[in-house]
């Protein structure tokens, strides 16, 4: 076995295992915090379908967003379509057998590669061009654009200039799963595409993509509003009243 | 001080989004509570010695507290959604007035002490250290925003500017750096009773000079009762409502309304005050021992309901926290929610057809109707969402014939605050809340140009004071500011009592010769 696949492998245990276990305490970190007092933007739900709703529509459609400002909207919700089509493509490397919304999903995946390095080159042009916008811009969010650019970028480049062997690499995630490593092919285009996406794993619970957990947990969107009919009372607040 | 002349911006007939000009509002602060008014709610008196370990203190004290300050301070991804949204910065352009730089300014203390990132990464990440400087911003701009709310509702996470506000303020009340405006109010109501401070002796002087006015313009005697024990309903206003145009209107038309519907009601000198500024410090423990008031008064003058005036925060903490800080409520009445809106109340009265009303007698006005931020963004009127937008309009065209909406993006839940709110309404801020109230100016003007409104009717005392003191900067009046229930109070029909003719105090037979 390689040098290159003990790396890469020991990479994205650890990638994982960061990535799970940092996600998996923030979302117990905003759980266990209490929301002391009702505070949902109104007009809000008075049901829990209700709020179902209201956050499927911010998941799937970026009401705000769109109700905020229209590019933003336009870019942001072409790049995470575009991420989300390209998720479901990748899904092949994992699955034996693949199942047949998988398979059928293939091609719209290579779309949704296109669009969301599209997406992500309008985000980044906002960031430069308006003012407003690049006065709230730090160095990370220009790197995490470069990132998610970079991995958009590599994977396209397998796509369509440097056929890798997808085989292999398919029995190395395999492999990984089952903890029977199996040797990586040493493409420069695979690896690189390969470390941005451990990167970003990792990266993830340390950074502004907890906006990702952090919509379920945002007291503005996901209470109902019912504070006159059911009294909501934190522990802490509670303790107030002995 | 030096007294500087207030410029006063332009209006236009559309409202731009002005180019990014830093620091512009830098300089805008408001006075530093004094000691005498830090002790009262429990704050240290003046900047304590460790404030930076104390401040960080607070700060992961507050974020095991909030989840919302958790949650908010992580999720921004800095998109700029809400870049645009705040009047402060349209009418400033200074960027830390953009709700997401306002935010980053507590933001980058929080990754600095309590983030990974932060603490390795402190330059990538935008973390700063906590310095004099930061405290500075801090005290300059977190007393620049209204926690009117209107960002919350165009960030794709929901981030609410609100929230970090009150935060920070509670942060610095924490280490002596309190703000006098809102700091001495809420020492006023634990000592006097209201924000005005305003004695029990004075509220029964006006509101027997209010029976009076009303018996001789309308020959009906209308009560207004304080401390009736035994009454069915507990009506909390604020204090502005006994004392200041147009608000005193609007107290008279609660009057009428009441004497109306038949049923007996009655203010409390304990809870003269709808008002909440714990809210503003963001402090819960002082939230909850000023609405403790009204429990008390409740209890005390055993009345079965419970109904708010106009006031706009009040009506959040009213609607949106009483329960939780106050309730349960059970010894009410439970066929009513605990509390209601004198709009509610109002609206279900005319719902009924029990109210008498000519619209004609408000004739001489053409109406537009602001959206108060606290009531529109943060609290419901009615069984459906949207009543609070719906609610007071209907109340408003049931007693008036002319009536205008402003443009669609500066009503309803993009209301745009009026410049005074989240305990600003002072004149040591006085340049903030010119520039602050520019969009609402806009809107106002073109609505008058366009369709010949006179009149701005809107249901806080914040709101209005607000209006009747920034109206005549802008060249208009601040007559043109009206009640709601001042409408109502014009276009009501009394039913003459049995007790008019009678006479107990009066001096002559004026009932008998009227027309």
Known sequence: ?242 | MAKVKLEVPELQPYLDVPAVVPGTMAHSRPFVAKPEHQQPLNFPGELVDNWQEKAIDKMGDLLGRYRSLRVYLDSCVKCGSCTDKCHYYLGTKDPKNMPVGRQDLLRKVYRRYFTLAGKYFPKLVGAEDLTQEVLDDWYSYFHQCSQCRRCSVFCPYGIDTAEISMAAREIMDHIGMGQKYCNEIIGKVYKIGNNLGLPGPALRDTLEGLEEDVYDDTGVKVRYPIDVVGADILVVTPSADFFAEPHVDGLIGYGKVFHEAGVSWTLSTQASEAANFGMFIGSYENMRRISMRIREAAIALKVKRIVFGECGHAWRVAYSFLNTLAGPWDFLDPNYPVPQHICEFTHDLIQQGKLNLDKSQNDDMVLTYHDSCNVARATRMGPTPGGQFDIPRAVIKAVCNHFYDMDEDTIRERTYCCGGGGGLLTDDLMELRLKGAVPRMVALNNVMQEKGVTHLAAICAICKSQFTKVLPYYGMEMEQVVSVHQLVSNAIILTPGEDDDLDDDDDDESEDDED
């Open chain 1, 1 to 242: 076995m390689s040098f290159l696949t003990v790396v890469y492998a020991s990479l994205f245990y650890v990638a994982a295992l960061v990535f799970v276990v940092g996600v998996a305490n923030k979302i117990v970190q905003y759980s266990r915090s209490p929301a002391p007092l009702k505070i949902p933007t109104t007009p809000a739900p008075v049901t829990q379908s209700g709020v179902v709703f209201r956050l499927a529509r911010e998941v799937v459609l970026f009401e705000s967003l769109f109700k905020g400002n229209k590019w933003i909207w336009i870019f942001g919700w072409i790049f995470h379509f575009g991420l989300f089509l390209v998720t479901l493509r990748h899904l092949r490397y994992f699955l034996d057998p693949v199942w047949l919304p998988i398979e059928l999903i293939q091609p719209f995946g290579i779309y949704g590669g296109m669009a969301m390095v599209a997406g992500l080159a309008g985000l980044w042009a906002r960031r430069l061009l308006v003012d407003r916008v690049r006065y709230v811009t730090g160095p990370s969010d220009h790197l995490m654009l470069a990132l998610l650019i970079g991995i958009g970028l590599t994977g396209l480049g397998m796509t369509f200039l440097v056929h890798v062997d997808i085989v292999s690499v398919k029995q190395f995630f395999r492999g990984l799963m089952s903890f029977h490593i199996q040797p990586l092919p040493a493409d420069p285009l695979l690896l690189l595409h390969l470390l941005l996406v451990a990167i970003l794993m990792i990266v993830f619970p340390f950074s502004k993509l907890l906006h990702a957990p952090g919509l379920f947990f945002s007291p503005s969107r996901n209470q109902i509003d019912n504070p006159r009919e059911k009294r909501h009372i934190a522990p802490w607040a509670k303790r107030l009243e002995q």
